[in-house]
């Protein structure tokens, strides 16, 4: 069943992924040169962020984890709850991955934020 996926499952379930691992490159790449040509701290920030994006979702295509479960059970005859359990653990190191993804570009938006404002009169 799991290598019957066909060209337009795999876009399905993997095309919204690579659209964001797409913008976490954009995003890499953007830190790089404000980091090089400013050498501005959020800049530093920026890269670490989407570094963190970027290993969620090279581990989330590695272990093929929308179809994991029936990996875990079909193929290797793993109980439900010992895949249950493994499918726990991924998540709760997806969930750290993206949180800490998450601060840490919230902290660069507000440093961007903080550096670059302009005293308005009024």
Same mark, same amino acid.
């Given at each position: 069943?799991?290598?019957?996926?066909?060209?337009?499952?795999? &876009?399905?379930?993997?095309?919204?992924?690579?659209?964001?691992?797409?913008? =976490?490159?954009?995003?890499?790449?953007?830190?790089? &040169?404000?980091?090089?040509?400013?050498?501005?701290r959020y800049?530093?920030?920026?890269?670490?962020?989407?570094?963190?994006?970027?290993?969620?979702?090279?581990?989330?295509?590695?272990?093929?984890?929308?179809? &994991?479960?029936? &990996?875990?059970? =079909? =193929?290797?005859?793993?109980?439900?709850?010992?895949?249950?359990?493994?499918?726990?653990?991924?998540?709760?190191?997806?969930?750290?991955?993206?949180?800490?993804?998450?601060?840490?570009?919230?902290?660069?938006?507000?440093?961007?934020?903080?550096?670059?404002?302009?005293?308005?009169?009024?």
């Amino acid at each position: 069943m799991l290598n019957q996926l066909t060209v337009i499952g795999f &876009l399905i379930t993997y095309l919204p992924t690579i659209a964001f691992l797409t913008f =976490d490159i954009i995003i890499l790449v953007f830190g790089i &040169l404000i980091f090089k040509k400013n050498s501005y701290r959020y800049g530093i920030l920026l890269m670490f962020s989407s570094i963190l994006s970027i290993v969620y979702y090279i581990l989330y295509f590695s272990i093929q984890y929308p179809v &994991l479960i029936y &990996l875990l059970v =079909d =193929d290797l005859g793993l109980s439900y709850s010992l895949a249950s359990m493994i499918m726990m653990i991924w998540g709760v190191v997806f969930t750290i991955l993206n949180l800490t993804s998450a601060l840490l570009l919230v902290i660069s938006v507000y440093l961007i934020y903080k550096t670059h404002k302009v005293e308005r009169s009024s």
